[in-house]
């Protein structure tokens, strides 16, 4: 079987790294990247595969160029390949050029976290049409696939199997505290925190909660406060250069511009607590026993943990919040993530040749 796995966004290699194992043996496999080259760094090790980097994503181009651009190169590298299988993630917005390529040669699409509802991002809409362009659906709730049995997918060709990105993380090889402490020259102290605030459709509430997490990092100064920088969504170049101006004022703050997917995961784990709209801290988050503060709406509708604790972004909220994370992190509380299921790289691996019989020209399916 030939196969295309697409990529654009960092957060797309923990959706893959470990999917691409599974089917580099029998399998031609061709992984298509149309962000920013050093996305995939930690892909290079895998044996195997081809790579194609067709377009750098900076913070200077915008989802719409890179959307556009990147369409001719991606059809002749279809044309070329001609896959019997294209592997689309999630929900980001430049996702919708592959989509529409392969829907245009008639090309079959395997989707991965479908039916998903994220009300303060656009990415909600983008996720539900690469669904309709999609054959195969891979879930990460059966609630999500519900929905797409709402949205006229054939329930039979619509599998329930868990998050690829947190499959793995309960036998994950993470960096130490150590060797992170030693690369970024800092210290871990008693209450860490990670922040990975992104834009959302709500952008005047994004600068107002993010003056109030710097008022929460003034008022803690005892706490470490770590930073890594946005998707280059529209709205990020404001965000980079707020964060990027106020951590000057702070000395209990680290910034880091991109940690790659294996050092993010090992930072997520050894902090007591993660700060954003990040989707890290509602599907990974709780697989590495890290408590999150969501802030907004930008992932309002998604399925939670009973580690994620709500914010709406002012000042009382986020501090309430906080404080009841630090009194909570010193109990033992029992961890569920809805996301996880311990089988999902089997039960997708044993499930591919479904695709084989799935019409290119899908029927709508009335409930």
Known sequence: MKIIFFTSNRSDIGLFKNLLNVFINKNRVLLINFGDPSNIKELNSIKNISIKSIFQNTYSNSLLNMTINSQ??????????NPDINFIPGDRIEMISPAICCHLLGLKIAHLHGGEVTFGSKDDTTRHAISKLSHLHYVSNLIYKKRLIQMGEDKNNIINCGSVSICHLNK???ISKHLLEYEYDFKFKNFNSLISFHPSIDFENDLYSLENIFKLIKNNKNDLFIFTSPN?????????KLIKDNIKKFKNTLYVKSFGNNKFLSMLKHVNCIIGNSSSGIIEAPSLLTFSINIGDRQKGRLASNSVFNSKGSYKSLT???NLIKKQSLKKIKFYNPYFNKNTLKIIKNSINKIDNIP???????R
Not at 232 to 240: N, V
Not at 360 to 366: G, P
Request: glycine fraction near 6%; proline fraction near 3%.
């Open 72 to 81: 001719k190169q991606i059809l002749r590298l279809l044309l070329k390949f």
């Open 172 to 174: 994950g090889k993470f």
């Open 232 to 240: 280059p969504d529209e709205g990020s170049r404001q965000i980079h």
């Open 320 to 322: 309430d919040k906080y």
């Open 360 to 366: 290119v020209n899908k029927i709508f399916h009335d």
